[in-house]
């Protein structure tokens, strides 16, 4: 029987210090009928020269933008050019665990359901400790469950079918980092089955993530695009099903708003974030001071450890 093709898509942005370890570990995958697609999203470092002695291998792909149009463009380029069966994403300084090709194949292979489309793994940190909440192995997560976020939380990593590409499922059309979107959208016509099993190393060890803390401050104005399309989309569903994730929402979107110079629209998030959170008035109403502070002070502040972040769970 042919192997199943999965094609492994690898969006980066000036990564050259450590794509060579995303690389490596698909390479040295026992599991051998794979592509890879590397997305340039237009780097000035080394990551060209990184990557172009890898291209001896037919199955890695390497495509350069010309100018930077965000993650998630990089990831929709990736999605359009890619042939496998089952598509994965991995951010260009994380890793594959060893078995992790053989794993999702296998898992596919049970499944005989058609309407479940994705596949969702646990990740561990590079200390090798399971990031976040399981569900229970073998569970079928619905679009409900995704929203409500009660029976897994924390990093994870999904594996979708080539019907959910073929179906047009893309990321949000923002330079705004939430992916999420993607994975919501795709929920409303696809069930997804959790595997307790981690296939990823999820690096933490530095602060340079594409979806890291620095971009708090450098692009704060696609931060709050992005939750708008967000709220626009799926703001019903979280207040009835998970209103402390929607108070999350709210309270990130603000601090973007502000940060962004926009602090009469970042007060009125962060009043929307009290009303599904009265519980964190203190929280939210130490936020509401610090906006009237100068801006370059509210900044240096959120830049203080981005405190906030999980606060409100």
């Known amino acids: 029987m042919k192997q199943k093709k999965i094609s492994v898509i690898i969006p980066t942005f000036n990564r050259g210090w450590c794509i060579q370890r ?4 698909v390479i040295k995958q ?3 009928n794979w592509e890879l697609i590397i997305v340039d999203d237009g780097s000035a470092d080394n990551t060209k020269k990184v990557v172009k002695k890898y291209l001896k291998d037919r199955r890695i792909k390497y495509y350069k933008l010309s100018k930077n149009k965000g993650v998630n463009f990089a990831r929709n380029k990736g999605l ?16 594959f665990l060893p078995g992790a ?3 999702i194949v296998n898992e596919f292979a049970t499944i005989s359901n058609d309407q479940i489309g994705m596949l969702l793994f646990n990740c561990v940190d590079q200390d090798n400790q399971i990031v976040g909440k399981g569900a229970e192995n073998g569970s079928v997560l619905t679009y409900e469950d995704w929203i409500s976020g009660k029976k897994f939380s924390g990093e994870k990593i999904g594996v979708v079918t080539r019907s959910v590409v073929k179906d047009g499922f893309r990321f949000a059309d923002s330079k705004g ?7 919501y959208k795709a929920a409303r016509k696809y069930k997804t089955k959790f595997v307790n099993k981690p296939i990823r190393i999820y690096h933490t060890e530095h602060n340079d993530r594409l979806t890291g803390t620095g971009q708090l401050v450098r692009k704060a104005k696609y931060q709050s695009h992005i939750y708008e399309i ?17 108070a999350k929402i709210y309270l990130e979107k603000g601090i973007n708003e502000i940060v962004n110079k926009e602090a009469g629209k970042g007060r009125s998030s962060l009043n929307r974030a009290l009303k599904y959170r009265k519980d964190k008035i203190l929280l939210v109403l130490f936020v509401f001071i610090l906006s009237y502070l100068p801006n370059r002070m509210f900044i240096s502040l959120a830049k203080l450890g981005h405190r906030y972040k999980g606060v409100l769970n």
């Open 22 to 25: 995303a690389i490596k570990s």
């Open 30 to 32: 026992p599991y051998k």
């Open 80 to 95: 359009d050019i890619s042939s496998g069966e089952h598509i994965v994403l991995l951010d260009s300084d994380d890793e």
């Open 101 to 103: 090709f053989d794993a």
């Open 177 to 183: 980092q939430l992916e999420g979107i993607f994975w």
């Open 230 to 246: 967000l709220l626009e989309e799926f703001e019903t569903d979280f207040r009835n099903l998970n209103p402390k994730g929607l």
